[in-house]
């Protein structure tokens, strides 16, 4: 018995998502949870021809219900940004909503494997662990904040430059998941030599500020919904693939450095002891998090946009704990 239960699943990025995860084989129920219209989504998902079971659930009375006996829960419940906003405005009202979705997976669904997909990454994962951590449930190799899209877009971005197969392409992306945070790692991908420096620092641009390229495009009514659909479905199956027992599965994910066996010592070295999350290769096993990959050979111009991640990416992490840990 697989069940993936999907929170925000009446959303922008639940509904396709949720779509998406109906035509998998691998996924025996897949439960739908939000506080408004998961009857409805349910009802019209159930009616495709693929194994799984559907359910929808709606409002914190039929959380339980929801997530009770959940393999792997996703998470894109929350606002999204509209233009002028920054991923980090949307804490005060996502803060909220991940703590108390933390709170529901702590009690009924303590073994599940958590996705967060909900921003801001940086400070919503950490969200997660002080929950957990509260709870005395904490399992740091459970828990991924989803950066897909970022790496998504960087294949897709560079492909066009470079004239490669973009689902063929892979661009390692590291870091977090906001503006200066996103670091693609460039000099790593054949075929990028031929570009210029001013081309690698353009494109590099381009996938730290994607997700600003959709808002803007959206005019107001909210942020990439399709492309973190189809983003969120490939990591959801990547982490069913690996819990299942497949061997060789390794996505960029942003996840707790305690989650490796050695402490992410190899991450560390290159970003410092204090750096706490990290979005780096990491290669998934039956547990969740098997090994967190080093960040390989970084160039001067990589190395440059390193020292402007950290300190943003530090402070994230600390705002997102601290909501837990402070509160009264
Ligand atoms: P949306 O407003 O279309 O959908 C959000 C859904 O969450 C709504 O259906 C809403 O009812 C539901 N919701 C609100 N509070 C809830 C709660 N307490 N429990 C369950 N459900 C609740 O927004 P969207 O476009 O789907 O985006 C959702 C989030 O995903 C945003 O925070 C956005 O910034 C983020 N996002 C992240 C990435 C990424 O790469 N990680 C990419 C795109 C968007
Ligand atoms: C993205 O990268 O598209 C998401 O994080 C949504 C956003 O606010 O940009």
Redesign the pocket.
């Given at each position: 018995m697989v069940k993936v239960t999907v929170?925000?699943a009446?959303?922008?990025?639940?509904q396709p998502l949720s779509l998406l995860l109906k035509q998998s084989a691998n996924i025996t129920h897949l439960s739908l949870?939000?506080?408004?219209n998961t009857p409805g989504v349910a009802a019209d998902l159930s009616h495709i021809n693929t194994v799984s079971k559907v359910t929808g659930h709606v409002g914190n009375e039929q959380m339980e219900e929801a997530l009770k006996d959940s393999t792997i829960v996703v998470i894109?419940?929350?606002?999204?940004?509209k233009p002028g906003m920054t991923?980090d405005d949307?804490f005060k009202i996502?803060a909220g909503?991940i703590r108390?979705?933390a709170v529901g997976v702590a009690k009924h669904a303590p073994k599940a494997f958590v996705l967060v997909?909900?921003?801001p990454?940086n400070s919503t994962v950490p969200i997660v662990t002080e929950v957990f951590k509260k709870h005395g449930i904490y399992d740091p190799k459970r828990i991924f904040g989803?950066?897909t899209?970022d790496i998504v877009r960087a294949s897709t971005f560079v492909s066009e430059l470079i004239g490669t197969d973009p689902a063929q392409l892979k661009v390692p992306v590291v870091g977090g998941?906001s503006g200066v945070t996103i670091l693609p790692l460039l000099s790593q991908v054949s075929g990028t030599e031929k570009l210029s420096q001013e081309q690698v620092e353009q494109v590099t641009n381009r996938i730290q500020f994607g997700g600003d390229e959709v808002v803007k495009a959206k005019a107001g009514t909210?942020?990439?919904?399709l492309s973190?659909a189809f983003a969120g479905a490939r990591f959801t199956l990547a982490v069913l693939d690996a819990i299942q027992g497949k061997t060789g599965v390794v996505e960029c994910t942003y996840v707790n450095l305690e989650s490796d066996p050695e402490g992410g010592k190899a991450i560390k070295q290159v970003v410092g002891d204090d750096v706490t999350y990290f979005s780096a290769q990491v290669e998934l096993g039956k547990d969740g998090v098997s090994k967190i990959l080093s960040v390989g050979k970084l160039s001067d111009y990589e190395k440059k946009l390193f020292e402007a991640a950290v300190p943003e990416l530090k402070g994230n992490i600390v705002k997102g704990a601290s909501f837990i840990t402070d509160a009264k």
């Open positions: 929170c925000g009446a959303g922008g990025i639940g949870f939000d506080i408004v894109p419940a929350g606002v999204p940004r991923r949307l996502n909503i108390d979705l997909i909900s921003n990454v989803v950066t899209l998941h909210g942020s990439a919904t973190m």
